[in-house]
């Protein structure tokens, strides 16, 4: 991570001289891929990229969340001109957090609803400005069951930006870690980790009545996607199972 984060910085004054600061995070993303593929060992196979790659207008991403490979996944799907929306105490963090200000990520500060709102309001306007896409884990956190694939419930926060915004959420769909990665077994394989983009669910004409309706829709879209692209667990506790 700390390679692709000076990967970033090192690229930004090319990017900015030629007009392109918005896809700084795009290359760091491509570098990470490569990266973690060629030494790692982990090949990160897409489906259905074209909902991202062919995005000519502001989005909503949304993505599940298992663990740090998922910047694996993410370093293939990001698209051209996106960011991510992150706590503004990240902004002080040595190499990620100046990575991430000289990136134009968008920074919000911890408070109530109101305040939240208010400044996603703000942030909605960069967005349809600069022409961005926005990067949220719906979940808020890792989500980790010990039995199955699954996933947390969602915060609203990415359904709030999108239909302040006017603008369509796009689900990315990483199948369950497990087999590639088990922090809980101590095991790192490797492998193939199959990834899927969905198509994007419009918000056009939503009001904040409709956010629990999209967040059910979208959620329920993504574990149905989850479990179809996701393989038998292997047993790491049986010998007669091969590593």
Known sequence: MLEACLSGIAVCPYLWLNGRRADTNWVVARTFAFLTQTFVGVEVIVEQDDYVKNLNKPAVLVGNHQSTLDLCWLGRTFP??????????????????????????????????????????????????????????????????????????FKKGAFLFAVLAQIPIVPMV???????????????????????????????????????????????????????????????????KKE
């Not at 902004?91 to 000289?102: E, N, S």
């Not at 980790?193 to 969905?198: A, E, G, M, S, Y």
């Not at 939503?206 to 967040?215: A, G, H, Q």
Request: with cysteine; net charge positive; proline share 7%.
């Open 80 to 153: 051209h001109r996106s960011v991510i929306l992150a706590k503004e105490s990240l902004k002080y963090t040595p190499f990620l957090g100046w990575f991430m200000v000289m990136a134009d990520n968008i920074f919000v500060r911890r408070g109530n609803k109101d305040s939240i709102r208010e400044m996603f309001k703000e942030a909605t306007k960069t967005v349809h400005e600069k022409n961005l896409s926005v990067f949220f884990f719906p979940e808020g956190t890792r989500s980790v069951n010990p039995e199955k694939p699954s996933m947390l419930p």
């Open 174 to 240: 990483a199948m369950d870690q497990h087999n590639v990665f088990s922090f809980r077994h101590r095991r790192f394989p490797g492998g193939k980790l199959r990834t899927k983009v969905l198509p994007p669910i419009e918000t056009e004409g939503k009001t904040e009545d409709d956010i629990p309706e999209l967040m059910e829709t979208c959620r329920a879209k993504m574990l149905e996607a989850l479990e179809e692209i996701s393989p038998e667990r292997v047993d790491y506790g049986s010998k007669s």
